[in-house]
């Protein structure tokens, strides 16, 4: 069930590579920067996803009594480019200018986000930015440990 998720998830997340015609017709005089800003996004997000990935799989390698879970390491670089993914998203727009998150072109980001306050978007991104940069620095200390 997880791999079907996380797969559903990289599928729908083909749709944000441009941003829609539409929305940059509509930014009318900031369609430049809102076009800029989005490529930020997603720049951001590719790189957060090959770093966790690489990092991530590394770290899997690195745990011992791993060697017997073939499935978990050939799912791991799936799995932690995700997160990256997500933690590049997150961290994005969490200092994206306000234009560009309560304009037509930042109207997808803030609903992936799951509100329409910038505010919000800025404590959900914020948080998730902790959880998850916690969490993959601490796998990564683990690991680097050996315990």
């Not at 899997?60 to 670089?77: F, H, I, Q, T």
Request: glycine share 12%; aromatic share 4%.
């Amino acid at each position: 069930m997880a791999l079907s998720q996380i797969l559903e998830f990289l599928k729908a997340a083909t749709g944000y590579f441009k941003p829609e015609a539409a929305d940059l017709e509509e930014a009318g005089g900031i369609e430049i920067p809102a076009a800029r800003c989005h490529t930020r996004v997603i720049i951001t997000a590719a790189v957060c996803g090959v770093i966790v990935s690489i990092a991530g799989t590394v770290g899997a390698v690195m745990e011992k009594g791993s060697k017997n879970d073939l499935k978990m390491l050939l799912l791991a670089p799936l799995i932690f480019g995700a997160v990256g993914i997500l933690l590049g998203v997150a961290g994005a727009c969490l200092v994206a200018p306000n234009e560009f998150l309560t304009g037509p072109v930042g109207r997808k980001w803030m609903a992936l986000i799951g509100t329409k306050s910038v505010l919000v978007a800025r404590m959900v991104c914020g948080i998730l930015v902790m959880i998850l940069l916690g969490g993959t620095i601490a796998l990564a200390v683990k690991a680097a440990l050996g315990k």
